[in-house]
């Protein structure tokens, strides 16, 4: 299987701050690659697919980049909502693989 | 909208059995490949299957190979995990997810609120 790794795996911030996480698959997975926000107690939300592509109704501030084996989600103006932890998640091979996940909170 | 609704989680003990379900709506159900994700206390996501849109083809994570059937009724809009074996690690909330389109290679574009699956 495709094993996907995260960085940092926590992260403090402040309202406005820019931030970026980091994901890294350990084969190519060419741009199959989407980030995943998720509050607790709550679904999970898709933000970003195909690496770059931002998912219909989610803010501008977060934007996605990177292919082959390196990927990363910025969230720039941090707003009090985006306190959350992220996910990103491999739709190269059929065996499908999320990151460990980065939890991102108040500094 | 779209809208996905789990049910059926509950305590059960090692070895048993249990059965939980999603009810879609707002979306034609038919068209999309349906997954499970699974999320054990204080861990991250865990993919664990998912069906084609004709629900003729399945795939599973190496952890629940062979103990867990995923399965459909498209005139019905319900998708259907039925878990066997069960261990202790199999407790997590369990959620329910959209594909976004044809394909595995679609992320899960809409998810449910998920029901929680303690085994004990």
């Known amino acids: 299987d495709i094993q996907m790794t995260q960085s940092p795996s926590s992260l403090s911030a402040s309202v406005g701050d820019t931030v970026s996480i980091t994901c890294r698959a350990s084969q190519s997975i060419g741009n199959y690659l989407h980030w995943y926000q998720h509050k607790p107690g709550e679904a999970p939300k898709l933000l970003i697919y195909?690496?770059?592509n931002l998912q219909s109704g989610v803010p501008s501030r977060f934007s996605g980049s990177g292919s082959v084996t390196d990927f990363t989600l910025t969230i720039s103006s941090l707003q009090p909502e985006d306190f959350a932890t992220y996910y990103c998640q491999q739709s190269y091979s059929s065996a499908l693989t999320f990151g460990p996940g980065t939890k991102l909170d108040f500094k | 909208q779209v809208q996905l609704v789990e049910s059926g989680g509950g305590l059960v003990k090692p070895g048993g059995s249990l059965r939980v379900s999603c009810a879609a709506s707002g979306f034609s159900f038919s068209d999309y490949y349906m997954g499970w994700i699974r999320q054990a206390p204080g861990k991250g996501l865990e993919w664990i299957s998912y069906i084609h849109d004709r629900g003729d083809i399945m795939y599973y994570a190496d952890s629940v190979k062979g103990r867990f059937t995923i399965s459909r009724d498209n005139a019905g809009n319900s998708l259907s995990l039925q878990m066997d074996s069960l261990r202790a690690d199999d407790t997590a909330v369990y959620y329910c997810?959209?594909?976004?389109?044809?394909?595995?290679?679609?992320?899960?574009?809409?998810w449910g609120q998920g029901t929680l699956v303690t085994v004990s």
């Open positions: 195909a690496a770059s």
């Open positions: 997810a959209r594909m976004a389109g044809y394909d595995y290679k679609d992320p899960f574009d809409y």
